[in-house]
């Protein structure tokens, strides 16, 4: 009888054990397949902001190729909301001192620059 009870003790155990097994395999299945839904996900994730920025690269040389093409100064010009008298006399001269080789002898008084400068000051006191 004693050793009935024993065995019967041992095949607990073993159930017991067998049971511990089974929920321990169980948690690590659903942990395995969790992980893979994770890394599913940041393999979408990762597509999704590669699509994402393709296509704002995509917009932004819309919007550039167009630009390639034009002068600098019209792209100055444009950006600032137009150019005051100053901003052109100091592009003017900048484009005489580019070509400074082909002008051979310039000569701006200083009665010029005065004038220039007070056409701006003029413009501003009316604006």
Request: glycine content about 4%; hydrophobic content about 40%; cysteine-free.
């Amino acid at each position: 009888m004693e050793r009935s009870i024993k065995e019967n003790e041992l095949n607990t155990e073993i159930a017991v054990e067998l049971k511990r097994r089974q929920v321990r395999e169980t948690q690590l299945q659903a942990e395995i397949a969790l992980e893979q839904e994770r890394a599913e996900l940041v393999d979408r994730r990762v597509e999704n902001e590669r699509k994402e920025s393709q296509s704002r690269a995509e917009a932004l040389r819309a919007v550039i190729e167009p630009l390639k093409d034009v002068d600098w100064r019209t792209l100055v010009a444009v950006g600032s909301g137009g150019l005051d008298s100053r901003q052109l006399i100091a592009m003017a001269f900048r484009d005489l001192a580019d070509n400074a080789e082909k002008i051979g002898t310039l000569n701006v008084s200083p009665d010029l620059l005065q004038a220039l400068l007070a056409t701006h000051s003029n413009q501003r006191e009316h604006a």
